[in-house]
């Protein structure tokens, strides 16, 4: 396969004039803004030191945030009310899944790994315009997982913990409202960035390339919808019926069981969709940004 270098650490991030101005910057100014024509006594300088307190009996001060919950990211990224809806045995939509603060930080991850090397590039069997990176295991559409390295000799970063960690959260949860959707521990994931609107001209296709025990056991699909809308189509492999439904940002497709050899394809990405409040946040391309979890 041959890598094009023109277009080797692709960005997902829109280039602005200065970036030393950042959101928190911008929120932290207004908050300080508004505290002080409110409370003109009001010390809004977070660089202030806190008070020296020597006495170790002194009693700890009241706090709002609880030492004995989970700060981890994966488990921040969930909305607590997702809409889901079963669409076979072993296949379930996940709607509004992943809050706001989980897209956003799922694309400043991407963003750092992608411009890395290794990174995102554009595959040479390709049928459309993408750009892809691999987390844990290489895979690409003309060698599949054959070749444990790139062209260029670079080997992909390990899945992050709160991306591995969110997947299985996932499975778990729709693996309880599923008669037929197995538990999995996910080792590769494959990120896609398609760059193109409209109709993509993709062929239905099957995720078939993993180990037999893998398929055998109907391990699960995990699929994470991140910027601009896509209309997917599928097929279930026991009917002739083509269904169709939208995957906005921030939902998650799951098949599994007698539904892992679905037919399936984005049919159409839909211009202009990404939600406005992730796109002021972190400034993604127009495009659609898909994380696609299995375990091989």
Known sequence: MMLNRSSCYHRLIRPIVSS??????????????????????????TNTSPPDIQDDETEAPFSLISPYLSTSSWSRWRNLLPERKLLGSGMMLIKNCVNLMGQVEIVNMCQ??????????????????????????????????????????SEPPPIPDDLFLFAQSVVKDASSRAEDLPLMCPDVCVVNFYSKSGLLGLGLHQDCDESSDSLERGLPVVTIAIGDSVEFLFRHIDENKLHEILLESGDV???????RHIFHVIERVIPSSCPTQ???????????????????
């Not at 207004?30 to 809004?44: E, I």
């Not at 497709?253 to 539904?259: P, S, T, Y």
């Open 112 to 153: 750092k790994w992608g411009v890395d090397h290794g990174g995102f590039y554009q595959p040479s069997g390709a049928k459309v315009p993408l750009h892809m990176m691999c987390f844990g295991r290489n895979w690409d559409p003309v060698t599949r997982y054959d070749n444990p390295y790139r062209s260029d000799g």
């Open 20 to 45: 030393s101005f950042g959101v928190q910057d911008a929120i932290h100014g207004r908050l300080s803004g508004m505290l002080k024509k409110r409370y003109p006594n009001t010390n809004t300088n």
């Open 278 to 296: 992730l796109g002021n946040a972190t400034r993604l391309a127009s495009g659609h940004l898909n994380l696609s979890l299995r375990q091989f």
């Open 253 to 259: 497709l799951v098949f599994g069981g007698e539904d």
